[in-house]
């Protein structure tokens, strides 16, 4: 910060001395140069000690221009790739393995409060929790396993939102570090005096 300020008051000294000079080569300073040197000195500061890259923008364009793909939509191509590849669908109720949403369709589900399959949309391979009391499981199958105490006798309903650190009702806002201690009291502003985690 000390090297910008010095450098400003350079150039401020420099500009106000050359002002009456109406040849700036003949004093030997060269304005435009000087200029570049300051500017470039405040976007080091910038980005070592703010994080802010005022050159980004300018590179993304550079990029683009010449057919290059930043790291941000490389890593969204990939992601959108692996989505596109991925041929395997789980029933959420039942945890029944599908090559298509088509062909989940095509059969009715006895774990479903629909009597169908319908297609999970959370992570795949995580540990999966039932929304409603908590429970933990390997896979969608063996959560569905069993009955759920706190879903009426129904089977476990999966969360299907990413692991966090706190979960939070989406009815009355209350917070816990886990979905089962969450759902330990009952929730006033639920329609059915249930807390359910925001996913």
Do not use: W
Not at 72 to 95: I, L, M, R, W, Y
């Amino acid at each position: 910060m000390r090297l910008i300020q010095v450098s400003l008051m350079q150039l401020v000294i420099l500009l106000s001395a050359n002002s009456s000079s109406v040849d700036n080569q003949a004093s030997g300073v060269n304005i435009p140069a000087l200029i570049g040197v300051i500017l470039f000195c405040i976007h080091l500061y910038l980005k070592m000690f703010k994080g802010i890259d005022l050159l980004a923008p300018f590179t993304r364009f550079l990029n683009n221009l010449e057919g290059k793909k930043t790291n941000d939509s490389v890593k969204e191509n990939q992601e959108h790739d692996a989505n596109e590849t991925s041929h395997t669908f789980f029933c959420k109720f039942c945890g029944n393995e599908y090559s298509s949403i088509d062909s989940m369709t095509h059969s009715s589900c006895s774990k479903s409060p629909y009597d169908r399959h319908i297609a999970y949309e959370g992570e795949i391979g995580k540990p999966y929790i039932c929304e409603y009391c908590g429970k933990e499981a390997v896979s969608l199958a063996c959560l569905s396993e069993t009955s759920c105490s706190k879903n009426d006798g129904r089977s476990h309903s999966v969360y299907e939102g990413k692991k966090k650190s706190s979960y939070t009702c989406k009815f009355c806002g209350r917070s816990s570090f886990s979905i089962s201690s969450l759902v330990e009291t009952s929730c006033d502003k639920s329609p059915d005096n249930k807390h359910l985690p925001l996913k």
